[in-house]
């Protein structure tokens, strides 16, 4: 599941780019589009803003078919507390922005298959693919306003991939 997880993320991440450009976050002295796998990034006490946050959760598989189908949700969450030049007071219309980027970034719902442990990375021979985003109410705690989307991502697992 390793090769679609890095597969969704980097799709996403080049249509972000394509999206909107200024969606940047700084992380280890690198500015790079705003959009981050948790687990691959060192602990944070506190999610960064305007930027979208990919946590993958359960993961199931589907062995009654001609090859093993792997689902994996994601969920994506990003938060807002405006601009500084608004006081704050556009953080709704910041979050919208941000969920008409996120729908943008997931349409089309598929996305080709990549190996990233070598470079530059090698095809593999099968497309992964993902429903359509459900996204959850919006929350808010002191000036910040969140919300959470899932989205379940299939996968044919190919010769020698794990399912995890």
Known sequence: MQNAKDSFYV??????????????????AAVRPGILVEESEAPFSQLPTDVFV????GV?????????????EVEIVYST????????LDRG?????????????????????????????????????WDEPVLGPVT????????TARVVVYSYQESGELAG
């Open 93 to 129: 219309r910041a979050l919208s922005a941000m969920d008409w980027e996120l729908v943008r970034m997931l349409f089309p719902f598929w996305t080709p298959k990549l190996n990233y442990t070598s470079t530059p990375a090698a095809a593999m021979l099968t497309n992964l693919f």
């Open 11 to 28: 799709a996403l991440r080049m249509r972000l780019e394509a999206i909107n450009p200024e969606r940047t976050v700084l992380l280890r």
């Open 60 to 72: 199931g598989v589907d062995q009654d078919l001609p090859s093993s189908m792997v689902a994996e």
């Open 81 to 88: 507390l405006g601009t500084q030049s608004f006081g704050g």
């Open 140 to 147: 808010v705690v002191r000036d910040r306003l969140t919300r």
């Open 54 to 57: 990919l946590r993958w959760l």
